[in-house]
Every structure is written in structure tokens, then in C-alpha cells.
């Protein structure tokens, strides 16, 4: 932007920060709600029933691998970010919801400040206060971000997105050349270590650059791409140096670069036609979003190995927008750029490389950084529309009713979807709801109806699950952990014989030391201590910071005797669970221990009879 424009505007600066503060307030009052929700899905994990990163030093490991085992993420920022949290706020899901609401009502005010910066000078002075203020509203309220904002989780997209927002704020606010390469480089260093969908950063970079460039569009081809570098080349060269810099660091923590995906046989088209479903989904998602939304997305493979006329549509309907796209950026047509930005964005999620890391085809949030170039944007889109004078009003009241229109739609979608997401029970009776199949909502759900003791929704949402016949191998581990508090062992029995072939019983680490964790369990159960023991055994070699394992490994060599072994492995297994568990765990261990201490004298009496 230039400064004659920033000028001419100073003398409005009130009515701009009027607008920004109404509507980051209208975006504060309608997701509010979200202040008293829980914690759900990994959250619980994460920070509730684990201590990894609530105390002690186990942070610093999981903060560069190994974080919900898993192995293609890499993500330290963001697990910084959570460190901090729970140390300061403890294991409180209010405050870190606040700081997600925070994060989002920053990207919001980015989205208004960065879609000025690009179009004030192009608006009449009398209504520049919008291109602020429509921007912010359509983001801010949009319902695609209903998840990222009410999952904690999702605090990786929502940091890696404000790193990308604000770099490009940076690379046409800043107007020296080496601190505008430093700033933007670091901005691209900071999002790909938040979440590795940051890797797009260099490519919508160079398409911002291309829009906002100071030359005209009817110069050569070959002079406008001159331009474009004698302006940014130092700015490229340093996001291309924190490019390199990210690299060194993720193979310094991984040990590797690659993404470690499942192999996919299925054939070319296919895998066209899955690319081209996502495709359209996230444009649906973005255009449309008051439809089909729900915390999973799971999508049979198989439709997409059919060729028929709807498919060839689909696979038509996406060349055709991404050839579009490109076409009309290289005329440095807005439309264009939106088209190509928000497909770059995409590109990590549109399963061109066969990575199946989950069990839904898609997910909201991942359509929130191209969202947020549509929003930016749009301004700059409408200017470049054909006036036509005799309709021209007719069009802008049409516009501002269907806008007024679209917003309350928004904040009512915002309300009545954050209580699904307010809890576990909530977010997964509607997951199961909409998805009465699908194997993660079955799971969760008895995991829930389990954890609260409510055995009369537990036991017919098990047996459903198995006379469906329905693939589920945390459903059959969750029935079995059921089953051994009831102390059934014959039913606990079942549930784990039905799952110890299964093909992904080995596929996570954590799914196999949850199987051997309950096996001991069973064995326990069964009295067979010797053999608990060695279940429990694998399952730590396997990975020594689950204390389930090591609790049933304590109350084996207690049932044995061996009180010492038993009490070195339960105080290990104790400085694992959060400190509000803590408590009960050891009242447990300490009966436990009373047993062991009976059953080792017995044997010593038994011992010195047989050998006076």
C-alpha cells in the first residue's frame, strides 16, 4: 500500500478502530460459550489423564518427537505452547480455551488489517471502514472454524495460520528490504514448526507479491516477473534459507524428513477422484459451510475406485477451477489468485501423496488458511468486478441483505454447535449420530459411557458394535476394560481374543500397549500374575511413560510377593499420573502392598517349615 493512501485515511482511524472493536466483541460474545466447555477427543489424553507435559521433564522429549506417538508430526512450537499452558493455568480446560479464543480473535483482526493494507486505496473514503470490518465478520464468524476454535487441540492450526497471516501483513507493512526478509522468514520458520501445513507459506507469498504488484498488467510477461524479483528477491532468499533451517531442525528431531504414509495400490483415477472430492469439499466447506459439519469425516474408499458420470464431473469441475485459477493470476486477475492461494493451501490435505494418517477423509479446520486468503482478498476481488450502472445499487442491497443473512445464520450455527463440542458425551452421541458406523465415535463413546460408569449405554452400544460385526479394535479394547472392572473375565476374554489378529493391532504403538495392557490386566484378573507380568513387561519396553502398564506390573509382583520390585515400579507408575489421580492410585498400591507383605510371609512361614 502506498502512503498517500494510509494518509488520506488517518483522519478516519477512529471509525477503523470502532469497526475492529465491534466486531472483535461480536466475535467474543457469540463463541463465549466456549469458555465453559471441557476437554475432548486428544485432549483428554493429552492433558488430563497424562502427565507428560504437566510436570516434570518428559516435556522436553515430547516436545520434539514422540507426542501422541506419533511419527510424521512434527510440531514443537505448538507443544510449547501447551507446556506452558497447563503449568500455568494446571489441568483447567477454561483457560486454555480462552487462549484459543484469543488466537482466533488475532487471526481475525489479521484477516481485517491484512485485506485493508491490500485494498484501502481502491475503495471510496467513505466506506473503507469496511473493507476492514466484512473481512473480520465473515472470518470471524465463519462456521468451518467452529472446530479449530472449541478443540484445543486444533491450537497447531490456529498458531500456524496467525505466523502465516502475519508474515504476509509483515511483507507489505515493512518497507526495508533485509527487516522485511527477516520478519517474513521468520514468520515461515515459526508456522512450519507449529504444523507442517506451514510448508505453503513460500507459495502464497509469491502469489501476494504477484497481486499487489506495482506494475501494469498490459507490460510483458517477462518484465512484471523482473519487477516481482527486483522486489522480493531478498525477501525469497530468506524464507528459502528458514526453509532450509526447519528441514535441518525436523531431521535433527525425527531422524528423517519424509512423511511416513501407508502404501496405496488403488489405482491413477481413483486416487484423481478422491483428490478431486476433498478439492470441492473445502470449496463447499468455505462457500457453504452450514452443511454436513460433525467431528468426523469418515468416507468409503471404495466409491472412488467406480468411474461414472458423477465422478467425471468431479475430476472436470476441479481441472477446471485450478486451470482457471492459473490462467487468470497469470493476468494478475484477483480471482484468480484467490483460486490459486487457496489451492495451494489445500495442498497438504488433498491426499495427492497417500498418507491416510486418519480415519476421516477430511476435516474442518483444514480449510481455515484458505479461508482466511478468500476473506483477505475479497475486497480486492470485488473491485475488479464489471461495474454495470443501471443495476449497480440494486446489486449492493442484494448484497447487504445476503451478507446480514449469512452472518446470522453464522451465529446461530456457532451456538448451537458449541454445546456438541462442549463435552465428551456430547461431541461423540453426534458424531455417532450423524456416522452410526463409524469405528473412532463407537470407540469413544463406550470409552465415555465407561469412564462415568454408566454400564446401561455401555453394554448395548458394545454389543451393537459386535453383532454389526463393525471393525473397531479400540471398541473391543474399550468393552474389555469394562468387562475387567466388572471382573468378567470370560467377557474381557472375548473382546480381546476378538482383537489380538486384528490387521491394526500393530499399526500404532500405543493401540498394541493398549491390547497388552489389558491383557495383563485379564491375566491378573485370571490369577496369573507370572503371566501379567509379562505382558506388562513388553508393553513398558514397548514405551516406559504409560503408567497403566506399570500399575498392573506393581499389582502382579505384589500378588507374587515381591513387595520391594512391586513398590520401586508403582512409585515410577505414580510419577506418571496427573496429581489429581494421584491420590486414588495410591491408596490402590498400598493395599496392594498389605497383600504382597501377607503373601510374602506365608510363603517365608511355608519356607522355614518345610526346612527347620
Known sequence: MNVSAFTATSDRKPVLYLAALSVIAIVTVTYWPVLHAGFVWDDVIDFQNKAWLTQGNAWEHFIWKDFNNWVNYFRPLVIGLFTIQLRLFGVQPGPMHAVS???????????????????????????RWLVLAIPMLVYGLHPVLIEPVAWIGCQFDLVATFFMLLGLTLNITVRRAWARAFCVALCFF??????????????????????????????????????????NALTYVGVFAAGIAYLALRHWALGGLALQGNQ????????????????????????????????????????????????????????????????????????????LIVTFSLLPVLHIVAANLDSSLYHERYAMTGLAMVCVLFPLVLRQLPKIKNIARVIS??????????????????????????????????????????????????????????????????DSVVAKNLQCTYCMLNAAVLAINERDAQRAAFFLDKVQNAPDLHGLKMTYIAYLDERGALLLLQNNPPAAES??????????????????????????????????????????????????????????????????????????????
Not at 102 to 124: C, E, F, M, Q, Y
Not at 428 to 438: E, I, K, M, R, V
Request: net charge neutral; with cysteine; glycine share 4%.
Open 101 to 127: 479464543l484469543v488466537i482466533h480473535l488475532i487471526n481475525t483482526l489479521l484477516v481485517g488489517v491484512l485485506a485493508w493494507r491490500l485494498s484501502v486505496d481502491k475503495w471510496p473514503e467513505h466506506r
Open 190 to 231: 515459526l508456522a512450519a514448526c507449529s504444523k507442517e501445513s506451514g510448508a505453503v507459506f513460500p507459495l502464497m507469498l509469491v502469489v501476494f507479491d504477484w497481486v499487489v504488484l506495482d506494475v501494469p498488467r498490459n507490460v510483458p510477461m517477462h518484465s512484471q516477473l523482473k519487477a516481482l524479483l527486483r522486489k
Open 264 to 339: 496405496d495400490a488403488s489405482p491413477a483415477f481413483a486416487r484423481l477422484q478422491e483428490t478431486s472430492y476433498l478439492y470441492l469439499r473445502y470449496w463447499q466447506m468455505i462457500l457453504w459451510p452450514n452443511s454436513g459439519m460433525s467431528p468426523v469425516h469418515p468416507v468409503p474408499l471404495q466409491q472412488f475406485v467406480v468411474v461414472n458420470a458423477h465422478s467425471i464431473l468431479e475430476v472436470a469441475a476441479t481441472l477446471g477451477i485450478a486451470l482457471v485459477g492459473v490462467v487468470c493470476a497469470l493476468r494478475r486477475l484477483v480471482i484468480g489468485s484467490v483460486v
Open 397 to 462: 442491497l442484494a448484497a447487504n441483505v445476503v451478507l446480514l443473512f449469512w452472518l446470522a445464520m453464522s451465529i446461530m450455527s456457532i451456538r448451537m454447535t458449541l454445546p456438541l463440542w462442549s463435552n465428551e458425551a456430547s461431541l461423540w452421541q453426534w458424531a455417532l449420530h450423524d456416522h452410526p458406523d463409524d469405528a473412532v465415535a463407537n470407540a469413544e463413546l463406550i470409552s465415555v459411557y465407561s469412564g462415568a460408569g454408566d454400564r446401561a449405554r455401555a453394554w448395548p452400544l458394545i
Open 535 to 612: 505382558a506388562t513387561r513388553e508393553a513398558i519396553s514397548l514405551d516406559n511413560l504409560y503408567p497403566e502398564p506399570q500399575l498392573i506390573l506393581a499389582a502382579a509382583l505384589a500378588r507374587e510377593g515381591r513387595v520391594a520390585e512391586a513398590r520401586e515400579i508403582g512409585d515410577a507408575a505414580l510419577q506418571l499420573i496427573p496429581p489429581q489421580q494421584r491420590e486414588q492410585k495410591q491408596r490402590m498400591l498400598e493395599r496392594l502392598y498389605a497383600y504382597g507383605a501377607h503373601v510374602s510371609s506365608n510363603q517365608q512361614s511355608t519356607q522355614s517349615g518345610a526346612h527347620p
